[in-house]
C-alpha cells in the first residue's frame, strides 16, 4: 500500500501547496506529516495522536521509529521548553573546511562597512568554488538570516564574479567561524528568534 493512500485512510488530507505534506485536524489537536523520500516528519499539538498514527500506519505499512528528529537535510535540531532550536553548525563546519578556511580568524560582521561595491577589481577566471560556496551560503541563510543581506549581494555576481566578490565571501566565512554557535528559535509562541 502506498503511504498517501494510508495516511488518507487515517483521516490525512493531502495540502493543495505541498504535495508531500498532509493535515489531519480537529477541535483538540493538528496532526502534520511530511514525507521526504522515505522518511516522514511528524508535528503535533498532541502526543497521543503520533502514538495513534504510528500504531495506524503500523497496521498498514512497515515502519521503524526513530525518535525525535535531530537532524535534517544539513539542519541540526533541538527542542526545549522555549521552542526549537536549529542551527547548521555542522554544515558551517564542513564549508569552512571544504575551503581550507577552518583555522581562519574570526571578524565581528559579515560586511566591511568601508565597502565600496562598485570599485574596480580583476574578474575572476575560474569561478566554480565561488558559484558553490555562494550556493551553500544560499542554503545557509535559512538557519542564519543575519547573512541573507550580503549573501544576496554575492549572488547578483555569481556569472562574473571579481576578486572583490571574493573577498567579500572570505569575509562571510570569517563571520559565521566566529559565530558559528548560533541558533534560531522558534518559540511555542510562535516568535523566531536568533540566539
Request: hydrophobic fraction near 40%.
Amino acid at each position: 500500500m502506498k503511504l498517501s493512500v494510508a495516511l488518507k485512510t487515517l483521516g490525512f488530507t493531502r495540502s493543495n501547496a505541498d504535495s508531500s505534506l498532509f493535515i489531519q485536524q480537529n477541535f483538540a489537536n493538528k496532526l502534520i506529516v511530511l514525507i521526504c523520500v522515505d522518511d516522514l516528519i511528524i508535528m503535533e499539538s498532541n502526543e497521543t495522536s503520533v502514538a495513534k498514527l504510528k500504531t495506524g500506519l503500523q497496521r498498514q505499512l512497515s515502519i521503524k521509529n526513530l525518535g525525535k528528529m535531530k537532524y535534517f537535510l544539513g539542519i541540526e535540531m533541538a527542542t526545549s521548553s522555549k521552542g526549537v532550536f536549529l542551527n547548521q553548525r555542522k554544515y558551517i563546519l564542513n564549508m569552512l573546511q571544504d575551503v581550507e578556511m577552518l583555522h581562519t580568524k574570526p571578524t565581528i560582521t559579515p560586511l566591511d562597512s568601508k565597502l565600496r561595491l562598485n570599485s574596480p577589481s580583476k574578474p575572476l577566471l575560474q569561478f566554480t568554488t565561488y558559484q558553490r560556496i555562494v550556493g551553500k551560503l544560499i542554503y545557509l541563510t535559512i538557519t542564519r538570516p543575519d547573512i541573507t543581506f550580503v549573501v544576496s549581494l554575492l549572488s547578483q555576481y555569481m556569472h562574473a564574479p571579481t576578486t572583490q566578490h571574493l573577498d567579500m565571501m572570505k569575509r562571510i566565512l570569517r563571520y559565521l567561524k566566529g559565530t558559528i554557535g548560533r541558533d534560531i528559535v522558534m518559540t511555542c509562541n510562535g516568535h523566531t528568534n536568533i540566539t
